[in-house]
């Protein structure tokens, strides 16, 4: 089992900027990408950023130039800086865990973006 523990979220203005970070913690492999998605109320999860232990980054198109990942593979954390935030990036944010065999999320933190 992993356990993710996220934090950062809130409210934010147009234009703002949010950190948001997750650290794993339990039966960690020592090959794993961490990631972030997000959801809002009736529509799918999807994909913002992911990034591999050896750093290979991924980034959903609407959010390249403005979000960046980073990982600290000693502290198993990831984090999420989000800048030049938008009101339509308002949802749940997800922490995502995923090795050879196993997926875990974490309990997801809220981002609201709205003046």
């Known amino acids: 089992q992993v356990q993710l523990v996220e934090s950062g979220g809130g409210l934010v203005q147009p234009g703002g900027s949010l950190r948001l970070s997750c650290a794993a913690s339990?039966?960690?492999?020592?090959?794993?990408?961490m990631g972030w998605h997000r959801q809002v109320p009736g529509k799918q999860r999807d994909l913002v950023a992911r990034?591999?232990?050896?750093?290979?980054?991924v980034y959903a198109d609407s959010v390249k130039g403005r979000f960046t990942i980073s990982r600290d593979n000693a502290k198993n954390t990831v984090s999420l800086q989000m800048n030049s935030l938008k009101p339509e990036d308002t949802a749940v944010y997800y922490c995502?865990?995923?090795?050879?065999?196993?997926?875990?999320w974490g309990q997801g933190t809220q981002v609201t973006v709205s003046s």
């Open positions: 339990g039966s960690i492999y020592n090959s794993y990408t």
């Open positions: 990034i591999t232990s050896g750093g290979r980054v």
């Open positions: 995502n865990y995923n090795d050879y065999a196993h997926g875990y």
